[in-house]
């Protein structure tokens, strides 16, 4: 048992959230549920309490025992809405059936970082959450004991019931809760034991599931008010490039259209939060009455638009070419090739270094170089940008999707001169957040076109505008170097990494702490094509690469590729090197011993072609087998076979669901992902030339295993995707004979066993 | 602008839009069925699939024009207490992860598994390649393709 300080105090309770008294609510099961009532079809419904007693931020009980719990973190599909109000409902001792799930809003008095990012939302949120829970069961078990004059030690509960053991009488929560209510918070609560976890480590359905199935209203998309107005934006088609003039005769004469007119959504002299990342500020906006009238508004504007000389940036500098001189900064992929294989990794400084590795490299009897790249990424998330925004009055309200509304709220504060107590920021269901609605660009600007028509608009964006608005994974580069002596053994290791506008390198992950000498190297090139964290940052390149070297170098040293990795991590775990190695050298040999034994990795005897990788990033540990057998040059993925420690897995079939979907995700953006540029403008702007992994290409069968270790959960929502990139790498190689370096794979594999063919 | 009188889910509707409207839109902005998802606009995605006349279509590249006088079914109108056969395997096997692409994903195997009630995996593939998830939940979204297939009654 764990003693913690509450450190909560009895706040008024979360502002703006409203919930209708005496509705129903339909999505639960209801058998526990003292007045459930049926409805047709056989369906049942919880019934609304007549009252609710707000027990504090996180929860309120009604008085027929039916509780409310808040789910504070934005949902990106990453499931904290049912997984985190578990944790509530765990120490609150109630029936899981009886519970309400409720998306709280922005609210920085009562809750502590309400962010989607970093795969942190339950490692986080796993003391204050529980916390929460069993404070609200301590005052109900003390309101109860002291109707009854007995101590509180004499009770005990159940599935939201409090019984006394000496006379065997009981009350439910929704009978005592308005006198709990009242009580005083205690100073210090007990947190349960692991062991007596009862919805802790048990699947329980996506809370929304119902409402998603059913076409319910639940994204920003879907938000609608009667006198709302449609906006959208024209941004400059280059990056690079910025608005000069509009002639907007014609189009503002359109059926629907209100008003069309330019905005600056970033002022120069504006402080930019980190989170307000945009490469294009000044924008052309139309306003109408639907979304269909305000596109063909679009197509009528003359919109004329200029080279912007602030906006050229280092690549011109650097690379002399006349062409790029005279294209004033509009940048190509070409280019940034060039400059990431050549210039980049001459300009690089050193971040870390073990021993002494020029030695070892002028010593060493053979020296093994390899080069790794990868493209710009666009985030694609489904529901493409949108937001709602009423800014009227002095006050702004905000609904939609946002990954950082306390941040945005600085924001919007900032642009418009609000008061932040004056800004109300509610998160609906996002459609795939992946770190794209980190940087709420849209979201200011939502509000500032509210605040210049004086309605409420909801700010739209096309496909189009989503793809080509920026926020993109950066273009990336890694040189690997590994010094073997004359007994082949490794004697030294350099990884030089860097790229536009932003390097991969993490210095202080394995292999450092494995090697006697080690260097690592870091370089970036400046670019005025905008970039943000995309699911995994800079793992979800240099994970793959660095895999996929190790494989090579295991094969190099007549090594089978787990065992030469836990060698390492041997060496790692009982002799490291240096002193501010960022693993567990334990855990990460963990997962590769728990996917050697379920992959049955020495006595493989399918028929597939097998890589593996592993990787360690936001806490966890997760080494993937993947199998894979090629097909009329297409690669058909048979299997993957995953193993990840995550500490305690809080809700396990929606956590399988999680490494499932980030598998895929990998392995989709590793062989068929990209965006390139040619003078500043994407070559791809929609699902017709931009390739997302489908149906057919997706893995038939995905295995996951958890590591049980017990220890208090780390990130789960982004370690599977990185190092499955190298487990598909090391596999096409079995299965075409030749090493990949370049993302994505798919173009390179397929030239590559043409090539076998003939 | 001209009149359009179309059935959406049994309900017979009268409207009055540019006759280029995609049904998508006029979905969405006029009739408030926002079930059916805006993803790409230009039927690469699958998010917007409805059945025109109980088979699948991409409802952002059909002009209210070519759907008058058809008859329309969304998400919202599959079943009446969200219990279609396949709705109920969507549950299930708890399918969704951001839930998106999901509606659009339910409409294309509902039209699926009317013409082939029992697919192969090829088959599931095949059909559902139209449809992006961008969370990756494809071999959920084939396992309860075959668990709807399972417990139908052919």
């Given at each position: 048992?764990?003693?913690v300080?509450?450190?909560m105090?009895?706040?008024?309770?979360?502002?703006?959230?409203s919930l209708?008294g005496?509705?129903l609510?339909?999505?639960f099961n209801w058998?526990a549920c003292?007045r459930?009532a049926?409805?047709?079809?056989g369906e049942?419904?919880?019934?609304?309490?007549d009252e609710w007693?707000?027990m504090?931020?996180y929860?309120?009980?009604g008085n027929?025992?039916?509780?409310t719990?808040?789910s504070?973190?934005?949902?990106i599909g990453?499931n904290?809405?049912?997984?985190m109000?578990?944790?509530?409902?765990?120490?609150l001792?109630?029936d899981?059936?009886?519970v309400i799930?409720?998306?709280?809003?922005l609210?920085?008095?009562?809750f502590?970082?309400q962010?989607?990012g970093?795969?942190?939302s339950i490692?986080q949120?796993w003391e204050?959450?529980?916390?929460?829970?069993?404070t609200?069961?301590q005052?109900l078990l003390i309101?109860?004991a002291?109707?009854?004059?007995?101590p509180v030690?004499e009770?005990?509960?159940?599935n939201?019931?409090?019984t006394h053991?000496g006379s065997d009488?009981?009350?439910?929560?929704?009978?005592?809760?308005?006198?709990a209510a009242?009580?005083?918070?205690p100073?210090?609560v007990?947190?349960k034991e692991?062991t007596?976890?009862?919805?802790i480590g048990?699947?329980?359905?996506?809370?929304d599931a119902?409402?998603?199935?059913?076409?319910?209203?639940l994204?920003?998309?879907?938000?609608?008010?009667?006198?709302?107005?449609?906006a959208m934006?024209?941004?400059?088609p280059?990056?690079?490039m910025e608005?000069?003039s509009m002639?907007?005769e014609?189009?503002?004469e359109?059926?629907?259209i209100?008003?069309?007119f330019?905005i600056?959504?970033y002022p120069?002299d504006m402080?930019?939060?980190?989170s307000?990342?945009?490469?294009?500020?000044k924008?052309?906006v139309v306003?109408?009455?639907?979304?269909?009238?305000?596109m063909q508004a679009?197509?009528?504007?003359?919109?004329?638009?200029?080279?912007?000389?602030?906006?050229?940036k280092?690549?011109e500098?650097l690379?002399?070419?006349?062409?790029?001189a005279?294209?004033?900064?509009?940048?190509?992929?070409?280019?940034?090739?060039?400059?990431m294989?050549e210039?980049?990794?001459?300009?690089s400084?050193?971040?870390?270094k073990?021993?002494?590795?020029?030695?070892?490299?002028?010593?060493a009897?053979r020296?093994?170089?390899?080069?790794y790249t990868c493209?710009f990424?666009?985030h694609?998330?489904m529901?493409?940008?949108?937001?709602f925004a009423?800014?009227?009055?002095?006050?702004?309200?905000?609904?939609g999707p946002i990954?950082t509304?306390e941040?945005?709220?600085?924001?919007?504060s900032?642009?418009?001169?609000?008061?932040?107590?004056?800004?109300?920021i509610?998160m609906?269901r996002?459609?795939?957040g992946?770190g794209?609605r980190?940087?709420?660009n849209?979201?200011v600007?939502a509000?500032?076109?509210?605040?210049?028509?004086?309605?409420?608009?909801?700010?739209?964006?096309?496909?189009e505008?989503?793809m080509?608005n920026g926020?993109?994974?950066?273009?990336?580069?890694v040189?690997?170097?590994?010094a073997?002596?004359?007994?082949?053994n490794?004697t030294?290791?350099?990884?030089?990494?860097?790229?536009?506008n932003e390097s991969?390198l993490?210095?202080n992950?394995?292999?450092a702490g494995?090697i006697?000498n080690?260097l690592?190297?870091?370089?970036t090139?400046?670019?005025?094509i905008?970039?943000?964290?995309?699911?995994?940052p800079r793992s979800?390149?240099?994970?793959?690469a660095?895999?996929?070297?190790?494989?090579?170098?295991?094969?190099e040293?007549?090594?089978?590729?787990?065992?030469?990795r836990?060698?390492m991590?041997?060496r790692?775990?009982?002799d490291p090197?240096?002193e501010?190695?960022?693993?567990?050298?334990a855990r990460?040999a963990g997962?590769l011993e728990?996917?050697?034994d379920k992959?049955?990795?020495?006595?493989?005897?399918?028929?597939?072609?097998?890589g593996?990788?592993?990787?360690y990033?936001?806490?966890?540990?997760?080494?993937?087998?993947l199998d894979?057998?090629l097909?009329?040059n297409?690669?058909?993925?048979?299997?993957?076979?995953c193993?990840?420690d995550?500490?305690?897995?809080?809700?396990p079939?929606?956590a399988?669901n999680m490494?499932?979907g980030?598998?895929?995700?990998?392995i989709?953006?590793?062989?068929?992902?990209?965006?390139t540029?040619?003078?500043?403008?994407?070559q791809?702007?929609n699902?017709?030339?931009?390739r997302l992994?489908?149906?057919?290409e997706a893995?038939?069968?995905i295995?996951?295993h958890?590591?049980?270790?017990?220890?208090d959960?780390?990130?789960l929502?982004?370690?599977?995707s990185?190092?499955v990139q190298g487990a598909?790498a090391n596999?096409l190689y079995?299965?075409?004979?030749?090493?990949?370096y370049?993302?994505?794979?798919?173009p390179?594999?397929?030239?590559e066993?043409?090539e076998?063919?003939? | 602008?001209a009149?359009f009188?179309?059935?959406?889910?049994g309900?017979k509707?009268?409207?009055?839009?540019d006759?280029n409207?995609p049904?998508l839109?006029?979905?969405?902005?006029n009739l408030?069925?926002v079930?059916?998802k805006y993803?790409?606009?230009v039927?690469?995605?699958?998010?917007?699939?409805?059945?025109?006349?109980g088979?699948?279509?991409?409802?952002?590249?059909l002009?209210?024009?070519?759907?008058?006088n058809?008859e329309i079914?969304t998400?919202e109108g599959?079943s009446?207490h969200?219990?279609?056969p396949?709705?109920?395997?969507?549950?299930e096997?708890d399918v969704?992860?951001?839930?998106?692409?999901?509606?659009?994903q339910?409409?294309?195997?509902?039209?699926?598994?009317?013409?082939n009630?029992?697919?192969?995996d090829?088959q599931i593939?095949?059909?559902?390649?139209?449809n992006?998830?961008?969370?990756?939940t494809?071999?959920r979204i084939?396992a309860a393709?075959?668990?709807?297939?399972?417990s139908?009654?052919?």
């Amino acid at each position: 048992m764990s003693k913690v300080k509450t450190g909560m105090g009895r706040r008024s309770f979360i502002k703006n959230v409203s919930l209708a008294g005496g509705g129903l609510v339909i999505g639960f099961n209801w058998l526990a549920c003292k007045r459930a009532a049926e409805v047709s079809g056989g369906e049942m419904v919880l019934e609304m309490p007549d009252e609710w007693f707000e027990m504090n931020g996180y929860l309120k009980i009604g008085n027929n025992g039916v509780v409310t719990i808040y789910s504070p973190n934005p949902e990106i599909g990453q499931n904290v809405k049912t997984s985190m109000p578990m944790l509530v409902a765990e120490e609150l001792d109630v029936d899981w059936n009886n519970v309400i799930v409720e998306q709280a809003p922005l609210n920085t008095d009562l809750f502590t970082r309400q962010l989607a990012g970093g795969s942190q939302s339950i490692r986080q949120g796993w003391e204050p959450l529980r916390m929460a829970g069993a404070t609200a069961r301590q005052m109900l078990l003390i309101a109860a004991a002291s109707q009854w004059d007995v101590p509180v030690s004499e009770l005990s509960v159940e599935n939201g019931i409090i019984t006394h053991n000496g006379s065997d009488r009981s009350i439910g929560f929704g009978e005592i809760a308005k006198d709990a209510a009242k009580v005083e918070v205690p100073e210090e609560v007990v947190l349960k034991e692991n062991t007596n976890f009862k919805i802790i480590g048990t699947s329980r359905k996506n809370v929304d599931a119902k409402k998603i199935v059913t076409g319910q209203p639940l994204f920003g998309l879907d938000v609608d008010r009667d006198d709302m107005l449609i906006a959208m934006m024209v941004q400059p088609p280059a990056f690079g490039m910025e608005l000069k003039s509009m002639d907007a005769e014609k189009a503002k004469e359109m059926p629907g259209i209100k008003d069309i007119f330019t905005i600056n959504s970033y002022p120069d002299d504006m402080e930019r939060e980190w989170s307000d990342v945009a490469a294009f500020s000044k924008l052309v906006v139309v306003v109408g009455e639907s979304t269909w009238q305000v596109m063909q508004a679009r197509k009528a504007l003359k919109i004329e638009w200029d080279l912007n000389p602030q906006l050229v940036k280092e690549i011109e500098i650097l690379e002399k070419s006349p062409a790029l001189a005279d294209s004033g900064g509009l940048e190509d992929s070409d280019i940034h090739y060039n400059l990431m294989t050549e210039i980049g990794p001459q300009k690089s400084e050193m971040v870390r270094k073990d021993g002494d590795p020029e030695t070892a490299f002028k010593n060493a009897a053979r020296v093994i170089e390899r080069s790794y790249t990868c493209p710009f990424l666009a985030h694609n998330c489904m529901e493409p940008m949108n937001f709602f925004a009423n800014v009227t009055n002095g006050k702004a309200e905000l609904i939609g999707p946002i990954q950082t509304p306390e941040f945005a709220e600085k924001s919007v504060s900032k642009r418009l001169g609000l008061e932040l107590e004056d800004i109300d920021i509610q998160m609906t269901r996002m459609g795939g957040g992946f770190g794209r609605r980190l940087y709420g660009n849209f979201l200011v600007e939502a509000a500032v076109i509210s605040h210049e028509i004086g309605a409420p608009v909801k700010l739209v964006y096309t496909r189009e505008d989503d793809m080509t608005n920026g926020v993109y994974r950066p273009a990336y580069q890694v040189t690997y170097k590994a010094a073997l002596d004359g007994n082949n053994n490794l004697t030294a290791f350099h990884v030089n990494a860097g790229g536009i506008n932003e390097s991969p390198l993490f210095a202080n992950r394995f292999p450092a702490g494995a090697i006697d000498n080690y260097l690592a190297e870091s370089w970036t090139i400046e670019s005025n094509i905008s970039i943000g964290a995309f699911r995994a940052p800079r793992s979800n390149f240099i994970a793959g690469a660095e895999q996929s070297f190790l494989d090579e170098l295991a094969e190099e040293m007549g090594k089978d590729p787990i065992q030469f990795r836990l060698d390492m991590l041997k060496r790692a775990q009982n002799d490291p090197v240096g002193e501010n190695n960022d693993y567990d050298a334990a855990r990460y040999a963990g997962v590769l011993e728990l996917v050697r034994d379920k992959s049955g990795w020495n006595n493989n005897n399918s028929n597939s072609s097998r890589g593996v990788a592993a990787y360690y990033c936001h806490d966890s540990y997760v080494a993937q087998v993947l199998d894979l057998s090629l097909k009329n040059n297409e690669p058909i993925i048979d299997r993957v076979i995953c193993a990840v420690d995550c500490g305690i897995v809080v809700n396990p079939d929606a956590a399988i669901n999680m490494v499932e979907g980030g598998t895929v995700d990998g392995i989709g953006h590793a062989l068929y992902s990209g965006l390139t540029f040619k003078e500043g403008v994407t070559q791809q702007s929609n699902f017709d030339t931009y390739r997302l992994i489908r149906h057919r290409e997706a893995p038939k069968k995905i295995d996951v295993h958890f590591v049980e270790n017990g220890i208090d959960p780390t990130g789960l929502g982004e370690p599977p995707s990185p190092p499955v990139q190298g487990a598909l790498a090391n596999a096409l190689y079995k299965a075409t004979g030749k090493r990949i370096y370049k993302q994505p794979f798919y173009p390179e594999i397929s030239t590559e066993s043409r090539e076998i063919k003939t | 602008m001209a009149e359009f009188s179309i059935t959406i889910n049994g309900e017979k509707q009268s409207l009055d839009v540019d006759p280029n409207t995609p049904l998508l839109w006029v979905l969405r902005d006029n009739l408030k069925l926002v079930g059916t998802k805006y993803g790409c606009g230009v039927a690469q995605c699958g998010a917007c699939t409805v059945h025109l006349n109980g088979s699948a279509v991409r409802s952002c590249q059909l002009p209210i024009s070519a759907a008058a006088n058809n008859e329309i079914t969304t998400i919202e109108g599959l079943s009446e207490h969200g219990d279609h056969p396949v709705q109920k395997a969507w549950l299930e096997h708890d399918v969704p992860q951001c839930g998106y692409c999901q509606a659009g994903q339910i409409m294309s195997a509902v039209s699926l598994l009317r013409d082939n009630p029992r697919p192969s995996d090829e088959q599931i593939e095949d059909a559902m390649h139209g449809n992006i998830c961008r969370c990756g939940t494809y071999t959920r979204i084939k396992a309860a393709i075959k668990t709807a297939s399972n417990s139908q009654i052919v």
